[in-house]
């Protein structure tokens, strides 16, 4: 069974900062790999999707990257601002979609 | 574009009790999902659906059954619902162009359910 974990769990950082999270999975036979957000109390919003051909995805201020062969992702947030507090999922697509538990992030202002 | 709607936003239900999750898309999307989502536990698929009339079981099916009657739709029941299926359950839907890799998922706002 594919396994995903993320790290760390919860991350506080002061606006501005640039910042790495984490997402590893066990089984690197996957079609693609997500980064959603998500806020309190809300559903999922899609971020990035990697097809398991590329090795990364940028939108504005986020980069994700993919390593297959390890197994490792991760979404890098460039000039942190306090509206992307939120909780950061990653999702990987095998024979179905497994999550990780997602990492808290909080930007102070 | 409404995109993924869910209905109702929130339930409490009796041991025993049963109830139906509805999802509705308007995006033309060929496949959906239910998950439930869990502390510490992370968001985990129970059933999924590739197209009409067909439904297939995911990581966590016990005590649920679906059913898609229409491309749109979506349904998720409790028969009987327990305590442990208390949770906060979430509908997506996603494109899977025919011979293409499957597009993003769109999620709704989710239905929280508790079971007492």
């Known amino acids: 069974k594919q396994e995903v974990t993320q790290i760390p769990a919860a991350l506080s950082v002061p606006e501005g900062e640039n910042l790495v999270l984490n997402c590893s999975f066990t089984d690197s036979a996957i079609y693609n790999l997500q980064w959603f957000r998500q806020d309190p109390g809300k559903g999922l919003t899609s971020l990035l999707l990697?097809?398991?051909?590329?090795r990364e995805q940028t939108s504005g201020r986020l980069n994700a990257s993919l390593d297959k062969s390890s197994g490792r992702s991760t979404l890098y947030i460039a000039a942190s601002q306090p509206g992307d507090s939120a909780t950061y999922l990653c999702?990987?697509?095998?024979?179905?979609?497994?999550f990780g538990t997602g990492t808290s992030l909080t930007v102070i202002p | 574009n409404a995109g993924v709607t869910q209905t109702p936003k929130f339930r409490v239900l009796k041991t025993g009790q049963s109830m139906t999750l509805l999802c509705a898309q308007d995006m033309n999307h060929e496949y959906m999902y239910w998950y439930r989502q869990d502390p510490g536990m992370g968001l985990r698929l129970i059933h999924y659906?590739?197209?009409?009339?067909?439904?297939a079981k995911g990581e966590v099916p016990d005590g649920y059954n679906v059913s898609r009657l229409k491309k749109q739709n979506f349904l998720l029941g409790l028969e009987s619902a327990a305590p442990s299926q208390t949770s906060v359950y979430f509908c997506?839907?996603?494109?899977?162009?025919?011979?293409?890799?499957?597009?993003?998922?769109?999620f709704g706002p989710g239905t929280r359910l508790l079971v007492l």
């Open positions: 999702a990987v697509d095998g024979n179905q979609f497994y």
């Open positions: 659906s590739v197209g009409e009339g067909t439904t």
């Open positions: 990697i097809q398991s051909s590329q």
């Open positions: 997506a839907s996603s494109y899977h162009p025919a011979g293409g890799f499957q597009e993003t998922q769109y």
